[in-house]
């Protein structure tokens, strides 16, 4: 009975254009089926299907969520960005055309991209109680989930001065250029003086020219439900009504990752919780510690020494780095004098938005057989052929227990991330069998990198408000 309102509540919600308030739905499921509360409950706390918006009016007697709260559907299902031919198995993405999604792909039956549900696509849908969408609902769900999709929105086009904000691209620039915060909340604080974009249409983005004018319309309620899936609409909302983020932080369930994570809002000393702060709060966005007791933790000496050793991905320990006696951290079985070590960071950059600064940036490395190791190309000269750190990190993110397969334009790989009973990770031939290790290591910042980090950050964000106290103070004339 739970899966199949489950299935009925997404199906609902990607007919509504992907999201509904809390009533509305309530309204719809009672013109189909009686659903008990438990079960509702139970299917509402589902954060793999559901993100939620919570409202601001009561919650009623019963409920769990007040009636002006808004669901919206979500899906871990992407489509995958290799052509057919070159897609190594096993594959958790569906081959489907990008272009056929988005209703603008003119090659029709002699597409080389799948345009149906093939039976790969099937059993993938199957695997993820999915097989009962529509295709048009699939694809509701697809376009607010999958950010291959549709642009995202540029967030230096947001700041600073100017037509194009920070941004240096112009009309060369990949991301979408609209007001955060009208897209996001329906609310800009500048209104009318508001020298950004606040209306989406064709030329909008050159990704838009081929939308046909009913798709561009239903675009607003996509960037919006996308905005609240990935978390950015109550950063928005804050900052269209001057609330601070570190306050709209507790309206978040807080997990246990979480507690370990370092506040980034601390680091920039904007943290209003002190010591009531579910994260820790630290002076870097590292901090190692070695475990005294059953359930002390230690702050280590020179911890700067250590990051840097760490980050080089050729080093076990910090040996050669070590000034402290005694203080020889092995880095695979992460231990000191044989006792455990941990490092706390602050967030991974591929789960915030680009906004943020002083997230951890991680990097993934390959061994080769002369013993360098290399790094997982930024910029591959064939997207369609290798993978980046940045995909990797986005993999291992969503399941640290998972795999990825890929290839290199000759050979086809799979990257296990959890070994059984080793700390260390490879690559693995799936013809050959042979490995290579593989090994994911952070970005070096120094407490000096992080001073220039924050004093850029603080001067664009004067140049940002300059920018909106001269729209401000500008004279109306009479007549207007």
Same mark, same amino acid.
């Given at each position: 009975?739970?899966?199949?309102?489950?299935?009925?509540?997404?199906?609902?919600?990607?007919?509504?254009?992907?999201?509904?308030?809390?009533?509305?739905?309530?309204?719809?499921?009672?013109? #189909?089926?009686?659903?008990?509360?438990?079960?509702?409950?139970?299917?509402?706390?589902?954060?793999?299907?559901?993100?939620?918006?919570?409202?601001?009016?009561?919650?009623?007697?019963?409920?769990?969520?007040? +009636?002006?709260?808004? +669901?919206?559907?979500?899906?871990?299902?992407?489509?995958?960005?290799?052509?057919?031919?070159?897609?190594? !198995?096993?594959?958790?993405?569906?081959?489907?055309?990008?272009?056929?999604?988005? %209703?603008?792909?003119?090659?029709?039956? #002699?597409? =080389?991209?799948?345009?149906?549900?093939?039976?790969?696509?099937?059993?993938?849908?199957?695997?993820?109680?999915?097989?009962?969408?529509? %295709?048009?609902? +699939?694809?509701?769900?697809?376009?607010?989930?999958?950010?291959?999709?549709?642009?995202?929105?540029?967030?230096?086009?947001?700041?600073?001065?100017?037509?194009?904000?920070?941004?240096?691209?112009?009309?060369?620039?990949?991301?979408?250029?609209?007001?955060?915060?009208?897209?996001?909340?329906?609310?800009? #604080?500048?209104?009318?003086?508001?020298?950004?974009?606040?209306?989406?249409?064709?030329?909008?983005?050159?990704?838009?020219? =081929?939308?046909?004018?009913?798709?561009?319309?239903?675009?607003?309620?996509?960037?919006?439900?996308?905005?609240?899936?990935?978390?950015?609409?109550?950063?928005?909302?804050?900052?269209?009504?001057?609330?601070?983020?570190?306050?709209?932080?507790?309206?978040?369930?807080?997990?246990?990752?979480?507690?370990?994570?370092?506040?980034?809002?601390?680091?920039?000393?904007?943290?209003?919780?002190?010591?009531?702060?579910?994260?820790?709060?630290?002076?870097?966005?590292?901090?190692?510690?070695?475990?005294?007791?059953?359930?002390?933790?230690?702050?280590?000496?020179?911890?700067?020494?250590?990051?840097?050793?760490?980050?080089?991905?050729?080093?076990?320990?910090?040996?050669? @780095?070590?000034? !402290?006696?005694?203080?020889?951290?092995?880095?695979?079985?992460?231990?000191?004098?044989?006792?455990?070590?941990?490092?706390?960071?602050?967030?991974?950059?591929?789960? =915030?938005?680009?906004?943020?600064?002083?997230?951890?940036?991680?990097?993934?490395?390959?061994?080769?057989?002369?013993?360098?190791?290399?790094?997982?190309?930024?910029?591959?000269?064939?997207?369609?052929? !290798?993978?980046?750190?940045?995909?990797?990190?986005?993999?291992?993110? %969503?399941?640290?227990?998972?795999?990825?397969?890929?290839?290199?334009?000759?050979?086809?790989?799979?990257?296990?991330?959890?070994?059984?009973?080793?700390?260390?990770?490879?690559?693995?031939?799936?013809?050959?069998?042979?490995?290579?290790?593989?090994?994911?290591?952070? @970005?070096?910042?120094?407490?000096?990198?992080?001073?220039?980090?924050?004093?850029?950050?603080?001067?664009?964000?004067?140049?940002?408000?300059?920018?909106?106290?001269?729209?401000? =103070?500008?004279?109306?004339?009479?007549?207007?």
């Amino acid at each position: 009975m739970s899966d199949q309102v489950s299935n009925l509540i997404l199906s609902v919600l990607c007919d509504e254009q992907g999201s509904l308030p809390f009533q509305d739905l309530l309204e719809k499921l009672s013109q #189909k089926v009686t659903v008990a509360k438990s079960i509702l409950h139970k299917i509402l706390a589902d954060d793999e299907i559901i993100s939620i918006q919570k409202g601001v009016l009561p919650i009623e007697p019963d409920e769990v969520l007040s +009636l002006d709260s808004v +669901l919206v559907a979500k899906t871990s299902l992407r489509i995958c960005q290799k052509k057919p031919d070159k897609c190594t !198995t096993p594959c958790g993405s569906l081959h489907l055309c990008k272009f056929y999604v988005l %209703e603008t792909c003119v090659f029709g039956t #002699k597409c =080389k991209q799948p345009h149906s549900i093939n039976i790969h696509n099937a059993e993938l849908l199957k695997k993820l109680d999915l097989q009962n969408l529509s %295709e048009k609902q +699939l694809f509701q769900l697809l376009l607010q989930n999958d950010p291959y999709l549709l642009p995202e929105i540029c967030s230096h086009y947001n700041l600073g001065e100017g037509v194009n904000g920070l941004c240096n691209f112009s009309s060369k620039c990949h991301k979408l250029h609209i007001c955060k915060s009208y897209i996001t909340t329906g609310i800009c #604080k500048q209104g009318s003086s508001c020298s950004r974009t606040h209306q989406i249409n064709a030329e909008g983005h050159r990704s838009f020219v =081929k939308f046909s004018l009913g798709f561009i319309m239903t675009l607003p309620k996509i960037y919006k439900n996308k905005c609240i899936i990935m978390g950015d609409y109550e950063r928005a909302s804050a900052a269209a009504s001057g609330i601070s983020a570190g306050l709209m932080m507790k309206r978040k369930p807080v997990s246990d990752s979480d507690k370990l994570e370092i506040c980034l809002f601390f680091l920039k000393n904007l943290c209003t919780y002190n010591e009531n702060c579910v994260r820790q709060h630290w002076q870097l966005p590292y901090r190692w510690q070695v475990l005294e007791s059953s359930s002390s933790w230690k702050d280590l000496n020179d911890m700067e020494v250590i990051e840097k050793a760490y980050c080089d991905p050729a080093k076990e320990s910090n040996d050669e @780095y070590q000034r !402290t006696p005694r203080q020889l951290v092995d880095f695979i079985g992460m231990i000191c004098n044989d006792s455990h070590v941990r490092r706390l960071s602050s967030p991974s950059s591929v789960t =915030k938005s680009d906004h943020f600064i002083l997230t951890t940036r991680w990097i993934w490395y390959w061994k080769a057989l002369d013993g360098q190791w290399h790094e997982f190309e930024e910029c591959p000269s064939n997207t369609e052929t !290798t993978i980046t750190s940045k995909e990797l990190e986005n993999k291992y993110m %969503e399941n640290q227990k998972g795999q990825v397969a890929f290839s290199d334009g000759e050979e086809d790989y799979v990257i296990r991330f959890s070994q059984a009973g080793t700390q260390r990770m490879y690559q693995e031939n799936i013809n050959s069998l042979t490995r290579r290790e593989v090994r994911r290591r952070p @970005y070096f910042v120094s407490p000096s990198d992080m001073k220039a980090l924050l004093e850029k950050e603080t001067k664009d964000k004067r140049s940002a408000g300059a920018h909106s106290d001269a729209h401000q =103070k500008t004279p109306v004339s009479k007549g207007a």
